[in-house]
């Protein structure tokens, strides 16, 4: 007894059938999900490396706008400070730009395979529609060759059985007396009264043997029809999915992008602390070295 096959990503086939559509639905459900929380973990990443460097380039901007110092005054520490602040700064936009780039292509990579795999599934429950139809219209018709053949043997012998019997009849009435002709034409008439019914219910039988193959074979290509128009709908199912799932990845970016601007806001705020900081650090500065900020 031989095991239920199993797809690369746990879908358990079903003979005849391909894959279960639920389970095929809960996989693509969590590639979904999956390739979301990537995109926006990789949004978040993005939004705050692009800030990090923004508010590093107007730190700098403001560094350049002061006057010439050198923090000799400061002592080692002060310039060991300054030194890993500004090593940190670039490690942390280094760390944030690698792992924005990664997320995006992992979601890229998840949306790739769920297209693939929906357009597969759609591929294999097309071919095996139309190898079913393809396999009852074969049916029908050798099953329409058959009737047709039997009916014409059974035509043919029944002709044959009355040709024997009349020739029998004829041989016999051959020696007969003359008085006796009348009623020997009379049975003659009758007997090919008989002969012409038996024929005539023998055509009839072979006619509605016929009929009757032609309506097999006219349900058989009726099938066919609708398993091609099962197909097409099941092709047409899968291309709706698929639109489905690209407007479900348009509402999530919309939301991304909502969820950005409120970072955005967020961290602006903090950069606003964080400027108010580096004011009172540079005016504390001054006061130790004996300068004004310009």
């Known amino acids: 007894m031989t095991s239920t096959p199993v797809s690369p990503h746990g879908f358990v086939a ?23 929380a990537a995109w926006e973990r990789a949004a978040r990443l993005t939004v705050l490396a692009r800030d990090m460097e923004e508010e ?10 002061l006057a010439p110092q050198t923090y000799e005054a400061l002592g080692e520490r002060a310039r060991r400070v300054l030194q890993l602040a500004e090593e940190e700064a670039a490690a942390v936009r280094e760390h944030a730009r690698s792992a924005a780039q990664e997320e995006v292509g992992q ?15 759609a591929d294999a429950l097309r071919e095996e529609a139309e190898e079913r139809a393809r396999q009852r219209l074969l049916a029908a018709r050798a099953e329409a060759d058959d009737i047709r053949v039997t009916a014409r043997r059974e035509v043919k012998a029944g002709r044959g059985e009355a040709l024997a019997a009349l020739r029998e009849v004829r041989q016999r009435t051959t020696g007969m007396l003359a008085e006796q002709d009348r009623e020997h034409a009379e049975r003659w ?11 005539a219910e023998l055509d009839a039988h072979h006619a509605r043997l016929v009929a009757r193959a032609e309506a097999a074979l006219s349900q058989a290509k009726q099938a066919f029809a609708d398993a091609e128009e099962s197909a097409r709908r ?3 199912e899968a291309r709706a999915r698929a639109a489905e799932l690209l407007a479900e990845a348009r509402r999530r970016e919309e939301q991304i992008a909502r969820e950005t601007e409120r970072v955005l806001r967020e961290h602006g705020e903090r950069w606003d602390d964080v400027t108010a900081h580096m004011d009172r650090m540079r005016d504390s500065l001054s006061t130790l070295t004996g300068r004004a900020a310009d």
């Open 56 to 65: 590093a380039e107007r730190l700098r901007e403001t560094v350049a706008r």
């Open 107 to 121: 979601a890229e990579a998840h949306a790739l395979r769920v297209r693939q795999e929906a357009q597969t599934y």
């Open 234 to 236: 099941c092709q047409e």
């Open 14 to 36: 079903v003979r005849g059938r391909g894959y279960r559509p639920g389970q095929v639905d809960a996989y693509t459900d969590a590639l979904c999900r999956d390739r979301d």
């Open 189 to 199: 008439a009758a007997l090919e009264q008989r002969a012409a019914e038996r024929a």
